[in-house]
């Protein structure tokens, strides 16, 4: 089965906005903190944001203040609002849990900030 689904990403312009989407399966997602995690060529992944089952949330120093993680329980989705966006932001943006246990890697959304 699919258990992870990413969508929203595209070609934006330095300043514009994106809003990306992860639709879990509700067994991982109604048990487990959510991330997003980022990797661009040639380096390595990295966590982009995290929210617990709470609400609560953590994000990268380089993305303060301009991204918001938020969830949706009821349709066992996460979002990650992305504002104000960088060319240093472009990468393929993936969800899966935090921390990573041996669950797949969905596709992917790739995300380019370019003029």
């Known amino acids: 089965q699919v258990q992870l689904v990413e ?3 595209g070609l934006v312009q330095p300043g514009g906005s994106l809003r990306l ?20 060529p040639g380096k390595q992944r990295e966590l982009v944001a995290r929210i617990t089952s709470g609400g609560g949330t953590n994000y990268a120093d380089s993305v ?18 992305m504002n104000s966006l960088k060319p240093e932001d472009t990468a393929e943006y993936y969800c899966n849990t935090f921390p990573l246990y041996k669950i797949s ?11």
Do not use: E
């Open 64 to 81: 303060k203040g301009r991204f918001t993680i938020s969830r949706d329980n009821a349709k066992n989705t996460v979002y990650l609002q």
């Open 105 to 115: 890697w969905g596709q992917g959304t790739q995300v380019t900030v370019s003029s």
């Open 7 to 9: 969508s929203g990403g």
């Open 21 to 40: 989407s992860c639709a879990a399966s509700g067994s991982i997602f109604s048990t487990n903190v959510m991330g997003w995690y980022r990797q661009g």
